[in-house]
């Protein structure tokens, strides 16, 4: 069990945030953690491309030069981590998933991001249109760092972020739904942090 | 330097919640390349939802410890550990 | 917590009196969990710098500036708090007197908080064992434990070499430069003397000194490492 620490605070807490912004069991942070779970791959941008696959007539893809003349949006929204940090009003750029995905036409309703690095999570087709995500690589108006998942992450504000994965490179849309890294170690299949969707059962 | 990786030994707490021992010095094997040596030599990413071992030699991940209400649970993936476990 | 001691400009040593403290091997650690009023947590390990016969716990806290936990744990905590521990954990970096020596130690920074405990535990083994230890700080006012290490040193039992990596006084009779293989062949013992070798530090200290003791032929099954993570604190 544990007890109050006398005088402890944390670090960077923002203790008159917007308690109606701040989701269940989380706390407002100025800070932006590096949370990774394997070595931070470093691909160039020259190599870097980005796919659409799976349950699609023909697969898409992309090169950095291609992705950047899609059309990109500005966006400023409230993350939220499992581990427990939101952090309010974080501005990126990217592309809106309905751009990467217009046109294409499929029965899937599921879709599976993979990361330089085998990291994978999976979401309803739903919750990736509908202006609800982006394929970002800009933060606060510069290139999105390494650690933070630059070249370029999925960003998908309204789940928690482990959904938002970083180094994205690759979007299998699929009809059938399969759990991705954190989904198969016991956290919730989709991770609504408004119902506290943190594992498995929440 | 922006890994945050640190030695299996710094996971020390999280396998002893989640197999109720110590488990550093047992020697767990890589499924996916042969690697074999205690599991405080393996690489550990701490600053993650869970905690992480991934093999030094090849990356691949050996066991994900995740820590909720209801106990700590050790997902072991591309890892052999030694039979009569726990 | 029962006293405070500032070891030097960054690292403060917290002293506990825990009544069931089941007693710990030299080199291990403990996990230290801080809660605030609403809930919110944080948790941190640090090795555990009394040897098992010194009868108090101690940890002893490198602040840092963006740190979370050690600043608490530095600067707000106060004698007759209390604090969350789990330990003592690990069973890998430690050394207890019956696995003998010589025993080679290398430590970065706040890398020698094991080693004090390791130390410690072999004076009250009545020593015996032969050890070497290379420390590397960024300046001599860095060096955690000067004075006890200088006893240590002066009575001979101990060979302790030191490298100051950013400045140095005058005069300064040690090595001037960060580690590397030239360094830890010219400190260590020859792998014939089959040491047992610590290495704890930043990662790029570790690696270097692990590499280079691999290199000059020593058993890597003999070298034990502990990296620390630059996201401590």
């Known amino acids: 069990m544990s007890f109050i620490s006398r005088g402890f605070h944390g670090r960077r807490r923002v203790p008159d945030a917007d308690r109606s912004r701040i989701p269940p069991g989380q706390y407002a942070t100025s800070d932006f953690p590096v949370l990774s779970a394997g070595p931070t791959p470093r691909t160039s941008l020259g190599s870097w491309t980005f796919s659409v696959d799976g349950e699609v007539d023909e697969p898409l893809e992309w090169d950095w030069t291609g992705f950047q003349a899609l059309s990109s949006e500005l966006i400023t929204v409230d993350i939220h981590c499992v581990t427990k940090w939101s952090k309010l009003d974080t501005r990126w750029r990217g592309v809106s998933l309905d751009t990467v995905l217009e046109g294409v036409d499929t029965a899937a309703e599921y879709a599976v991001a993979s990361s330089d690095g085998g990291y994978t999570t999976n979401l309803p087709l739903d919750d990736l249109l509908g202006g609800k995500a982006w394929i970002a690589f800009e933060f606060d108006n510069a290139p999105l760092a390494p650690e933070h998942g630059g070249p370029a992450r999925l960003l998908v504000p309204h789940l928690y972020f482990w959904k938002s994965a970083k180094w994205v490179r690759r979007l299998t849309l699929r009809i059938d739904d399969e759990p991705g890294f954190w989904e198969t170690y016991g956290y919730h299949n989709y991770g609504d942090p408004w119902q506290e969707q943190r594992y498995a059962g929440d | ?86 | 917590m029962v006293d405070l001691i500032d070891e030097s400009t960054h690292v403060r040593s917290v002293v506990l009196d825990l009544p069931d403290w089941p007693g710990h091997r030299a080199g291990q650690h403990v996990d230290v969990r801080l809660t605030a009023e609403d809930g919110y947590q944080a948790q941190r390990s640090y090795s555990l710098a009394s040897s098992p016969e010194d009868g108090q716990v101690v940890l002893t806290v490198e602040v840092l500036d963006d740190g979370e936990v050690s600043p608490y744990l530095a600067g707000e905590l106060q004698v007759g708090d209390q604090l969350e521990l789990r330990g003592p954990i690990g069973g890998y970096f430690v050394w207890t007197a019956d696995l003998g020596g010589p025993l080679q130690l290398f430590a970065g920074g706040s890398g020698v908080v094991p080693f004090r405990a390791m130390l410690r535990h072999r004076a009250a083994a009545n020593g015996g064992v032969p050890v070497r230890l290379l420390y590397s700080a960024r300046r001599l006012e860095d060096v955690i434990y000067r004075d006890e290490l200088g006893r240590l040193a002066a009575n001979g039992e101990t060979d302790i070499r030191f490298t100051l990596t950013r400045e140095w006084p005058d005069p300064w009779g040690g090595y001037r430069r960060r580690v590397d293989r030239e360094m830890v062949e010219q400190v260590a013992w020859s792998p014939e003397d089959r040491p047992l070798v610590y290495v704890c530090g930043p990662t790029g200290f570790v690696e270097t000194v692990a590499d280079a003791m691999v290199e000059l032929g020593h058993d890597q099954a003999a070298i034990r490492t502990e990296r620390f993570g630059p996201s401590g604190g």
């Open chain 2, 1 to 86: 330097m922006t890994t945050t990786a640190v030695d299996g030994n710094a996971a020390a707490g999280a396998l002893f919640e989640a197999y109720g021992r110590e488990m550093t010095l047992v020697v767990a094997t890589c499924t996916a390349c042969g690697q074999a040596g205690p599991l405080a030599e393996t690489v550990a990413y701490l600053q993650a939802p869970g905690v992480v071992l991934r093999c030094r030699r090849c990356d691949a991940v050996l066991i994900v410890v995740v820590a909720h209400q209801g106990g700590t649970v050790a997902h072991e993936s591309s890892v052999r550990l030694p039979g009569g476990d726990v």
